[in-house]
């Protein structure tokens, strides 16, 4: 495998698929053609199959192991949504303040390394960093 090569994609696995889609696509605003299904692709301008979700429930009848679902935050990743500028950091904090939306260390912060960020956990305790390095 050659790394510069190989595109990556995230995958969520949802215990309550269409809670989990409603919050991406209603809430934080990525297009899907989501069709009621066990599957869902978001698009993004990271391509294809960058971000997508499949039921937990599902998942685990295809690999053969107990559903054990996950509870509060998820120490175990984060997904990145990088936006143009701060500005627009600053812009959609606003906005997600708005739709009653978990932030579990408060308001945008810029760091010295350079960036700008704040984040969100989703319905199951994912948390999305959404953040710049870009602070024009």
């Keep these: 495998m050659k790394g510069k090569e190989v595109r990556a ?12 889609v409603r919050f991406y696509r209603d809430v934080l605003g990525l297009h899907t053609q989501w069709d009621g299904g066990a599957f869902a692709d978001f ?7 960058s971000l997508f979700m ?3 429930e599902e998942f685990v009848k295809s690999i053969g192991v107990d559903y054990v679902p996950p509870a509060g935050i998820n120490q175990t990743f984060e997904i990145a949504l990088w936006l143009p500028s701060f500005a627009d950091v600053d812009a959609e904090y606003e906005r997600l303040s708005r739709l009653d939306v978990a932030f579990p260390t408060g308001a945008p912060i810029t760091y010295p ?5 704040f984040y969100v956990a989703d319905p199951e305790g994912n948390l999305l960093e959404i953040g710049s390095a ?3």
């Design 9 to 20: 994609g995230v995958g969520l696995l949802a215990g309550n698929m269409e809670n989990m």
């Design 43 to 49: 698009e993004t301008a990271s391509g294809e199959l």
């Design 54 to 56: 499949y039921s937990r």
């Design 113 to 117: 390394f350079g960036i700008r960020n």
């Design 134 to 136: 870009n602070p024009i």
